[in-house]
């Protein structure tokens, strides 16, 4: 059996290596996996911009903040270490983040066979 922190640090070692491919396998299913494929490769929206840019710059292991159950699924609020600077935002409220800081997400989980995987942002 898996934690949550687990999978979320097995991720975040794949996003490192620059392959989002690989990084599937920490999905729920094959229709999780595409939906996160599909929004890597062309974010619509600033929520999976910001992901986009974050994401390959942080460093596992991640510590898991906070759970809360809600309809089935664990929302997960996790922090990882920045291991290479990256800016988020636009010019005048742009934040950077710089290597050794902390980055804060949330991501929601469901187990499956014991497994802890991902189901969305």
């Not at 942080?58 to 920045?82: D, F, H, I, K």
Request: charged share 20%; glycine share 8%.
């Amino acid at each position: 059996m898996t934690t949550p922190g687990a999978t979320l640090s097995l991720f975040t070692t794949l996003m490192i290596r620059g392959d989002p491919n690989r990084a599937a396998v920490c999905f729920a299913g094959p229709t999780e996996a595409e939906s996160f494929l599909n929004w890597w490769a062309s974010p619509e929206n600033e929520k999976e911009r910001n992901l986009r840019q974050a994401l390959p710059s942080l460093m596992a292991p991640v510590e898991v903040l906070e759970t809360n159950s809600v309809n089935g699924e664990l929302q997960v609020r996790w922090t990882a270490s920045v291991r290479q600077a990256f800016t988020l935002g636009e010019a005048g409220t742009a934040r950077t983040w710089q290597t050794g800081e902390r980055f804060e997400t949330e991501t929601r989980l469901k187990q499956i066979a014991g497994e802890w995987k991902i189901v969305g942002f």
